[in-house]
Every structure is written in C-alpha cells, then in structure tokens.
C-alpha cells in the first residue's frame, strides 16, 4: 500500500505538471519570509540530484503540490516527475491552506535526506485524511527514507 500510495502522489503530480510544465510561474500568493530575488528556481528532481549524502543544503526548488495537511496546512507534498520532498514550514511560523494541492510552488528553504519512523509517516498519513494507509504504515513497522525541505518562504499559483 505505500508503494501504491507513493506512485499515486507521482503520478498526480506527473499528470497535472504536464498542463501547466511549459507556462511561466506566476505566484500568487507567498507565506513565510519574502522570496529571495537572487537565484533562479531549480526543479526538485535537480535539488535532490545535487545534494550530497548526509548533507543539508538551501535551495529554491519548484514543483506541484500534491499533498497538503488537511488538519492545518502545516506540511505539503511537493513533486516533480518521480522525485518528491515533504515540506514543512520554518519554526512552525506559517501553514499554506489546506486546498493548495495541485498548484505549483517556488519553495525556498534547506533540503535534506530524511527517515521518517513508521509512527511518523503514519501521523502525516493521519494528517492527510487517509486513515487505511496509517493502518498499514503502523502495522509495517517501517522507517521511510524520503527528502525534506524546512522552507523559509512559499510562493504558490492560483491553476484552479
């Protein structure tokens, strides 16, 4: 079920990331600190490519939101082809709404590779209304290796 749950996540990410790939982004609406204006933003498959095991490293990535936190907005999915980060928001001192999910955003923050405890992963699945995949990711017992991205500012565009 979480293999499923993972190639469902890239596969909406894919399909809608297809509509909208070739289009300028427009931000809309931004959280958290002001975007830096140096740097251009990279893709979130080219971020994770160029970080180096065991290493954090700050970036300005951008992708589709596939997945929000629905208790609060205090994390997101964002994807790019079948690369994917959990994002989640520095000191805890902003949320994104909790229908962001399929826009796409400029994220501005520290990725890193992270392991998320089976209690962990199965809390976000909790968070994001999905109660058989916490059942299962409980029972499996299982740490899941996935990136990370404390963000400082979040830029998002309005598709709907």
Same mark, same amino acid.
């Given at each position: 079920?979480?293999?499923?749950?993972?190639?469902?996540?890239?596969?909406?990410?894919?399909?809608?990331? &297809?509509?909208?790939?070739?289009?300028? *982004?427009?931000?809309? #609406?931004?959280?958290?600190?002001?975007?830096?204006?140096?740097?251009?933003?990279?893709?979130?498959?080219?971020?994770?490519?160029?970080?180096?095991?065991?290493?954090?490293?700050?970036?300005?990535?951008? %992708?589709?939101?596939?997945?929000?936190?629905?208790?609060?907005?205090?994390?997101?999915?964002?994807?790019?082809?079948?690369?994917?980060?959990? &994002?989640?928001?520095?000191?805890?001192?902003? *949320?994104?709404?909790?229908?962001?999910?399929?826009?796409?955003?400029?994220?501005?923050?520290?990725?890193?590779?992270?392991?998320?405890?089976?209690?962990?992963? !199965?809390?976000?699945?909790?968070?994001? %209304?999905? !109660?058989?995949? =916490?059942?299962?990711?409980? !029972?499996?017992?299982?740490?899941?290796?996935?990136?990370?991205?404390?963000?400082?500012?979040? #830029?998002?565009?309005? =598709?709907?």
């Amino acid at each position: 079920m979480i293999n499923k749950l993972r190639v469902t996540l890239v596969a909406l990410g894919l399909a809608a990331g &297809i509509a909208v790939a070739d289009d300028a *982004f427009v931000a809309h #609406q931004s959280f958290g600190d002001t975007m830096p204006a140096e740097g251009e933003a990279v893709s979130l498959q080219t971020a994770i490519s160029a970080l180096e095991t065991g290493q954090a490293q700050e970036v300005k990535v951008m %992708g589709q939101i596939t997945e929000v936190c629905q208790a609060k907005g205090c994390w997101m999915l964002l994807v790019d082809g079948e690369s994917y980060a959990r &994002i989640t928001f520095k000191d805890y001192a902003f *949320f994104v709404p909790t229908e962001t999910s399929m826009q796409r955003a400029v994220v501005y923050g520290v990725l890193e590779d992270a392991t998320l405890s089976a209690n962990e992963a !199965a809390h976000f699945a909790q968070d994001a %209304g999905n !109660a058989e995949a =916490r059942d299962e990711l409980l !029972a499996a017992g299982k740490s899941i290796r996935e990136y990370s991205l404390v963000a400082a500012a979040v #830029q998002l565009e309005n =598709r709907l």
